[in-house]
């Protein structure tokens, strides 16, 4: 019974800890109905349960753009390029100028880190409430391309003593080249820094047909179909926009485009199918062929059609950076001027949104609760991978012990 108590009262343990030396225990009075005095609290149940938030990063100053630029050019998960050591820095230097443009047009810097804390923050103070049992909860950060690097947050985690983690990717729909990415990184840098395994890990690797991040999802575009005339508001078009991949990765087998759309299926479903609606993709880079259509040509055609209402709805990314901020905001928003399209908007990102951090908490407290390491999907590799180091990492993951 007294042990059901102190589960229960973790979140206040936690912030009493900062009261406390580390070589002192802390004194707690707990009054409960039946009579407790005293408890003296150990140290070591003071260790919380770390999730590990993973994602691309971006830059949050500009003197940051060109090594983040490096390190993306550099990442053969995300792309092959022809001598990649060698053409990742010649790309890199080549297009920080025009790179630095763009962010100096949306601030001077990624916003992303501000975001990430935030959802952090607010996913912990959730947790605590809801999974006292597995209370107190940190979360890390750990960027693929910039500050936080996976290395340094790992660092930090066995600093702080970190005994039982969770990677919580931020991408919602699952890519090789984006969490899968990020797991194969956090892998090399745990055979480095904790070659013992003294962090025992599990991983939710997916998450695009989550209740809460559909609801969180549908509540922004109904907040931006408000903005139109009740006249207009059935007729709006809308469109979903993912970050696309080159199509020599989904002919691999890569899931992703597959669970975009099953994310844009759930949406429509929430929204009751009341609109049109159409799956396109932006960011595509280089002279090879991506996945399309094209957003920037889809948003133009629309617009030569006669569609004068169209709102541009971010389906893979929870947060602003620069693909919303300025490829939808700025880049298509020009576009769609140009194109004859009155009434283009862009559906709001979920940022610090109430809804998407108890979604957040939710997909963390079942996964805790479920005891498994990670989804059976994770373990499957692309029908045809090539990459060995891929099924290196998901080996060990999925031989995780806790």
Known sequence: MLRSHLRQLAPAFKRAQSLATNNVSVMLCVSFTINVDVVHLPNKLYRPTA???????????LDKVHSFL???????DLMRLPLQSISSKYIARRRTPQIQDQYNQIGGGSPILHW????????EAILDRISPETAPHKHYIAFRYVDPLTADTVEQMKADGIKRAVVFTQYPQYSCS????SLNELYRCLKTS???NEIKWSVIDRWNTHPGFVKAVAGKINQKLAEYSPEERDDVLLLFSAH???????????????????????VMNYLQFKNPHRLVWQSQVGPSAWLGPQTGEAIKKYGEQGKKNIVVVPIAFTSD???TLFELDIEYGKEAHEAGVTGFKRSESLNDDPV????????????????????????????????????EQKEFFANQKL
């Open 321 to 323: 950076h620069i693909e």
């Open 178 to 181: 984006t969490t899968g990415s």
């Open 356 to 391: 998407f951090a108890e979604a957040m908490a939710d997909i963390v407290k079942a996964h805790l609760e479920s005891g498994k390491i990670t989804t059976p999907l994770m373990s499957l590799r692309c029908p045809s991978c090539t990459n060995d180091y891929c099924g």
């Open 244 to 266: 696309s991949l080159p199509m020599s990765v989904v002919n691999r087998g890569d899931p992703y485009p597959a669970e975009v759309a099953a994310s844009v299926d759930r």
């Open 194 to 196: 904790d070659p013992e």
């Open 70 to 76: 490096l390190n993306l050019f550099s990442d053969s």
């Open 51 to 61: 999730i590990l938030l993973t994602n691309m990063g971006g830059p949050a100053t």
């Open 116 to 123: 990430t804390k935030k959802q952090g923050e607010m996913m």
